[in-house]
């Protein structure tokens, strides 16, 4: 058997049952545009992930009936393209693995030749769902990265995915000196809120159902309110009778509470931003009356969801976007450089990476009082194994007569048409290989290979390997039909072949 490139431990959630798990999977290559982290510390955004955890463990009718949006699109794929193919994709969506994760800080060990902020050794804090995963090791493209000043701890660094969600929040808010703000909902990103508004010198009001949380953020110097009747007439006494000029929204609930609360608390003409996931019916008379303006906050600032700026590394000028996704984040740690936001009060757990489960069971206990949980990852852990097993695939034995596959690239339509079709024709799922470990590892459960690879050559290299299946990206079929064509392998690549005459 070849060797290949090595496996790292990371978490994943089986989305059929939610379940967690710290599997192996290859160990990210470096690509172009981007660099390969150790990761030394991710944080575990309590709200956020609490909600997937729940989500993923709900039966499907629960599921189904919590997002009318998805069942929608199942009945218009089946209008267009019939039961059997919407039954295919449908089925490989909830049989797959799902990464968790999006904050992490860490140590850079490879960079492309093309991304000259970055050099091997240097501290980084990362961002990006499916890129800052919780994992030993990471491939982050280069705008959802940026160097930790030497004066902040690199567990504080790990914050900061959340600290850009903040400062996104605040800025879409529109406030100036002078003007007061009310936070609702005091977990996380609440906490982190209120103290982006003290640094910016705003008079905030923290507002929050639970004592404790109200206590803390009082320490921010803030004024702390716990959440009942009289909380509308203490926000007036606070303003004077004006009410707030901008409510901020980072609760996670699906009750619209927080949406009508704030229409209490906003002053006429006043701005409410939404940046937890909440309920969203909007009490139409209540923000009529007062010409409320609401705005959405996503995530961590413009370039999030641009796969130019992402992945392609394409800024946006300062001089028309002065605050994109990146900067948020150099931002934040700048800000804790300097000592106007503190995050080590707010951490409320450690646990080791190798414990990431119970640390996700410790959300469901709203009695443990969960806020700010880190996971601690080994300073080195050499990488070993060349190839990963699937104890599934290895448990069937090969019959004879059948052709051997190897797949490179396991994107829906590979899993969720090509494999089943390929399957019933008689191939032989061998071994798999993708540009993300994740994708790799739920492929190969589900549909059977016998062990996971990080790269394609590993496969060509395979003798047991008769012939390849290619489902990338389409800039890469060219290269990678070639080298297996040199390989002796038979190719199978879906289409196009190439993307230009000399590539052909």
Not at 84 to 89: E, H
Request: proline share 6%; net charge positive; charged share 25%.
């Amino acid at each position: 058997m070849p060797d290949g490139a090595p496996s790292v431990k990371q978490l994943l959630q089986d989305v059929r049952s939610g379940s967690l798990k710290v599997l192996d999977v290859p160990a990210p290559l470096l690509r172009p545009g981007g660099i390969v982290v150790r990761t030394r510390y991710s944080v575990i955004s309590a709200g956020t992930e609490r909600m997937k955890l729940e989500f993923g463990r709900k039966s499907l009718i629960r599921k189904a009936l919590d997002r009318p949006d998805q069942v929608r699109q199942v009945l218009e794929t089946v209008g267009r393209e019939g039961i059997a193919s919407t039954y295919r994709k449908v089925r490989s969506r909830l049989t797959g693995l799902s990464p968790l994760g999006y904050s992490l800080s860490g140590v850079v060990e490879e960079v492309a030749e093309e991304v000259p902020d970055f050099r091997v050794g240097d501290l980084v804090a990362c961002a990006g769902a499916g890129y800052a995963s919780h994992a030993e090791r990471v491939w982050v493209p280069r705008n959802l990265a940026v160097g930790v000043p030497p004066d902040v701890p690199l567990e504080a660094a790990a914050f900061a995915t959340l600290g850009a969600i903040s400062l996104h929040g605040v800025h879409q808010a529109g406030v100036r000196l002078g003007e007061s703000v009310a936070v609702i909902g005091l977990g996380l990103l609440g906490q982190l809120t209120v103290q982006v508004l003290t640094a910016a010198g705003v008079r905030s009001v923290g507002i929050d159902m639970d004592p404790d949380r109200v206590a803390l953020v009082e320490r921010s110097g803030a004024l702390g309110m716990v959440r009942e009747d009289q909380v509308v007439a203490k926000v007036e006494a606070f303003t004077g009778g004006l009410g707030v000029d901008a409510v901020i929204i980072t609760a996670a609930t699906q009750s619209d509470d927080p949406m009508r609360l704030a229409a209490r608390l906003a002053r006429d003409r006043g701005r409410v931003v939404v940046v937890g996931a909440v309920g969203m019916t909007v009490p139409r008379a209540l923000y009529y009356e007062k010409e409320l303006e609401l705005r959405l906050s996503r995530s961590y600032g413009p370039g999030r969801y641009d796969r130019s700026y992402e992945e392609k590394g394409q800024d946006y000028p300062a001089g028309y976007v002065r605050w994109t996704e990146r900067r948020n984040l150099a931002e934040f740690l700048r800000l804790l450089s300097s000592g106007d936001v503190v995050v080590g009060p707010l951490i409320t757990h450690r646990f080791a990476f190798a414990d990431a489960p119970q640390a996700y069971e410790l959300l469901g206990q709203r009695s443990a009082g969960a806020l700010g949980v880190v996971l601690e990852y080994p300073e080195e852990r050499r990488l070993e194994a060349p190839r990963i097993p699937l104890e599934r695939g290895m448990r069937r034995p090969l019959r004879s007569g059948r052709v051997r596959l190897g797949l490179i690239g396991a994107g829906g339509y590979a899993t969720a048409t090509l494999l089943p079709l390929l399957r019933r024709l008689g191939a032989e799922p061998q071994g798999v290989a993708t540009a993300g470990g994740v994708s790799a590892r739920s492929a190969g459960e589900t549909h059977g290979f016998r062990y996971l690879a990080s790269s394609a050559e590993q496969l060509l290299a395979d003798p047991e390997i008769d012939a390849v299946v290619i489902a990338t990206r389409h800039q890469d079929h060219a290269r990678l039909a070639a080298q297996a064509l040199r390989a002796g392998k038979p190719v199978f690549v879906e289409k196009p072949l190439a993307l230009d005459e000399e590539s052909l």
